[in-house]
């Protein structure tokens, strides 16, 4: 691996195959710096410069994610990569471009179409609207793409200041190392940034609150951290242009949506799909590939306690991997109807998100129709992939289970009799299954996990055990070595931490004050979720929370703004 020392090192490998490739707004030249709400009717992508933070300052970059892509840890030092990633574009060196790129994309919320979020009503004006592109390069053999997120106005505002918060920024880059340690395919993170010379204003809730709604305006720093991905190619994006595709919107409509296609399929696809296919070919081939990603990375979340919160096709990666942690939540006390986000609703709740999964692959099908509209056959070979989903969903959530529970072979009445089980005495999901990797002789370990004193009745004691017998009768057990075999495997599908909100929260209150050690903290262990860590680490983030914590706002859940 060639090793990146300086920021000249890392300019000389930019290659922008979205710009080169795809078709610019061309109404961009009319419209100034781009940074006013307007609506796009056509384009791939609007050119639009970062708005810079004022006086950055660094907060933490991830050095797992530098070695991976082979950066030095000088490259943090550097007065050229500190400005680029900090907004800063106004002198970067060629071959480097001194402008990013906002894309739009329209919206479907749980498979439903929608107009009215567009401050247009047309659709036309929702897309990136505090994300700017601002690199593509191909860094030893593989391409990404850096993304700002925090990093002012664009086209698709919609009349909001374009800017993230510390808090919300906080959350997503510890987020996304974490989900990547958990092994769960995700976009990455690069850098974190703040500036304390400027402020914005966001709806949050009053201390120890246990509204659902936020209560007051506060001020906050603004903050940019930069994600990274192979591609940002939303589902959302895609429908944009099936939607003008399929009403004819203007003449290039149908060109510009098998544009998009097939750089999606260029960029995250490539190894898969053989680009001397045809176009109905590779559009089969694409809808199975991501179905497959689709169903994974769903049934992953799920493994982990995981909730999206807002599980709209603009939030789902074309590439089938975890994207925009916004009003995500990693589930503490068990439920089925967990929802992290007061205004998610149970459609985007913790185990219906294979039915939102399925509705996103909904609107993903019908994206591609259009372009077959002259091919019946391939169109209803593509109709059979899209009816097959809840299939293949259901296929991938009950190997996950029999994998979280070390057995062979799902089995619906041991597994519905524990989700009972779990559900009457309130255990924690992440304690719980890591208890049960130990494979215990009998209930008493796992109680640990319990919120709930109802183990101290004996009938729930009774089940409890009886269930432990019949889910042992499952297991390759017979021997001291077997035993020892299965309970590994398990602890590696079943992570020891995971990142709970009442953790991020102390996180970034300190940040709000100066002090970065608990994100470094948070970042240290939760880049190592299934490892055993010292004592003082298990006591502080191997335990149940607290229960004067439960429905406290910002806690307990958490509004969309930021």
């Not at 471009?97 to 994309?105: D, P």
């Not at 009816?387 to 057995?407: C, S, T």
Request: aromatic share 12%; with cysteine.
């Amino acid at each position: 691996m060639k090793k990146i020392d300086t920021f000249d090192e890392l300019t000389k490998l930019s290659d922008y195959s979205f710009l080169e490739n795809l078709n610019c707004d061309p109404d961009a030249k009319f419209n100034a710096d781009n940074k006013t709400p307007r609506e796009v009717f056509s384009g791939h992508y609007v050119p639009v410069k970062p708005t810079a933070l004022k006086e950055p300052i660094y907060i933490s970059h991830s050095t797992n994610f530098f070695n991976e892509l082979g950066f030095t840890q000088n490259l943090i030092k550097s007065e050229g990569f500190i400005k680029m990633f900090s907004g800063d574009m106004s002198n970067v060196p060629k071959p480097m471009k001194n402008i990013g790129w906002a894309t739009g994309y329209a919206l479907s919320i749980y498979g439903t179409e929608y107009y009215a979020q567009c401050p247009f009503q047309t659709g036309n004006g929702y897309g990136d609207g505090r994300a700017i592109s601002i690199l593509e390069a191909v860094i030893n053999g593989k391409r990404w793409e850096f993304q700002l997120k925090g990093a002012g106005r664009t086209p698709y505002c919609r009349g909001a200041d374009g800017r993230a918060v510390l808090r919300s920024s906080v959350r997503e880059f510890l987020a996304q190392e974490h989900m990547h340690s958990l092994g769960i395919p995700t976009s990455r993170s690069l850098t974190l940034f703040t500036s304390k010379k400027e402020q914005v204003t966001r709806p949050w809730f009053n201390n120890n609150s246990y509204s659902k709604d936020p209560e007051r305006m506060i001020e906050e720093d603004v903050a940019i951290t930069t994600r990274v991905a192979p591609s940002f190619i939303r589902v959302g994006q895609l429908e944009l242009f099936g939607r003008r595709a399929r009403k004819n919107e203007h003449p290039k409509a149908y060109e510009e949506l098998e544009k998009i296609v097939l750089h999606l399929i260029d960029r995250e696809y490539s190894d898969l799909i053989n680009e001397n296919l045809n176009l109905e070919e590779k559009i089969i081939l694409l809808a199975k590939q991501f179905q497959d990603r689709l169903t994974s990375l769903v049934a992953n979340w799920i493994r982990v306690g995981y909730c999206q919160g807002n599980f709209n096709s603009d939030n789902c990666a074309a590439g089938g991997f975890t994207l925009d942690y916004g009003p995500f939540g990693f589930i503490d006390m068990f439920d089925p109807k967990y929802q992290p986000w007061t205004g998610g609703g149970l459609h985007f709740s913790f185990f219906n998100q294979p039915q939102a999964a399925y509705k996103n692959f909904k609107s993903f099908c019908s994206a591609l129709k259009p372009l077959l509209s002259s091919h019946p056959d391939t169109l209803q070979e593509l109709e059979k992939i899209e009816n097959n989903f809840p299939l293949a969903m259901q296929e991938k959530i009950d190997n996950m289970w029999a994998k979280k529970l070390g057995i062979s072979k799902f089995d619906l009445e041991l597994f519905s009799e524990l989700i009972d089980l779990m559900i009457e005495t309130k255990v924690d999901y992440t304690i719980f299954f890591r208890e049960l990797s130990n494979i215990p002789d009998d209930v008493k370990p796992l109680t640990k996990s319990f919120y709930s004193n109802t183990f101290e009745n004996e009938n729930i004691k009774s089940r409890w055990n009886n269930w432990l017998e019949k889910w042992k009768s499952h297991l390759d057990i017979s021997s001291k070595e077997s035993k020892g075999k299965v309970s590994k495997q398990m602890k590696l599908t079943n992570p020891k931490y995971t990142l709970r909100e009442w953790h991020l929260v102390l996180a970034y209150q300190n940040a709000e004050n100066g002090n970065y050690d608990l994100i470094q903290e948070l970042q240290e262990i939760m880049t190592n979720p299934y490892t055993e860590q010292t004592n003082e680490i298990e006591k502080k983030y191997y335990s149940k929370k607290p229960l004067d914590l439960f429905g406290i706002a910002g806690v307990s859940h958490v509004s969309c703004s930021s």
